[in-house]
């Protein structure tokens, strides 16, 4: 079973920043949280990891509460491009790096 | 760099016909990953290979369903016979050792007639 709880759905403006939430309340010590995005009708893509620091690439930043019960994937501007589902994982790092999909979010962008 | 690369990608078949989904990783990716997603569902793992051993297809229905990674590259999943059910679309992934990120293919598109 998956071990994240997200919003099956949000609606963000073209241009402004997407902050998507994800709780893993139950997330052990060794475990990263990760972030996937799936466009339709393609292979889930990368986005972005992270264990307890926030992190921040070119396509986003991860926010990490103190306590690591909760994240936030932030896209500082999005775009049209950005409309997909977005998945929210834990996984134990050095084990196999099996990946557990939950629902996600669907994200829609709206101009 | 070249991603992970899948064939065919898109197959319509009729049920009870066998059916092969071909998958060649990212070069020097040691982690293969099949991955089975329903529509409107998260992909869900079959099966996951280091080099050429599969470590974990506690999810692989072994009736119908087998995989082979034959010298730790490329690999081939295979459904024999098919079932309706079995429409869906078919994942591959890959990643350095089983650990950082997995880089997925586009899929493979079954649909069993």
């Known amino acids: 079973d998956a071990k994240t709880t997200q919003p099956p759905s949000m609606d963000c403006a073209e241009g402004r920043a997407a902050n998507l939430p994800c709780n893993h309340s139950?997330?052990?010590?060794?475990?990263?949280v990760y972030w996937y995005r799936q466009i339709h009708s393609q292979g889930p893509q990368y986005i972005i990891h992270?264990?307890?620091n926030n992190e921040t690439n070119e396509m986003a930043s991860l926010i990490i509460t103190e306590d690591r019960k909760s994240s936030t994937l932030i896209l500082p501007h999005a775009t049209l491009r950005d409309t997909a589902v977005y998945y929210c994982?834990?996984?134990?790092?050095?084990?196999?790096?099996?990946?557990?999909f939950g629902q996600g979010t669907e994200l829609s962008v709206k101009p | 760099e070249a991603g992970v690369v899948q064939s065919p990608r898109y197959k319509i078949i009729e049920k009870k016909q066998p059916v092969a989904f071909w998958c060649n990783p990212i070069s020097g990716h040691n982690t293969l990953y099949w991955y089975l997603q329903n529509l409107g569902q998260g992909p869900e793992l079959l099966i996951r290979?280091?080099?050429?051993?599969?470590?974990?297809d506690s999810q692989l229905p072994k009736d119908r369903f087998s995989a082979e990674r034959l010298k730790g590259v490329d690999s081939t999943l295979k459904i024999q016979p098919a079932e309706l059910g079995d429409s869906a679309v078919y994942l591959c992934a890959s990643s350095q050792r089983g650990a950082g990120a997995l880089y997925f293919g586009p899929g493979t598109r079954l649909t069993v007639l």
């Open positions: 290979y280091e080099n050429e051993e599969a470590v974990d």
């Open positions: 992270g264990l307890k």
């Open positions: 994982i834990v996984r134990v790092e050095y084990q196999g790096g099996k990946l557990i």
């Open positions: 139950t997330i052990s010590g060794n475990e990263y």
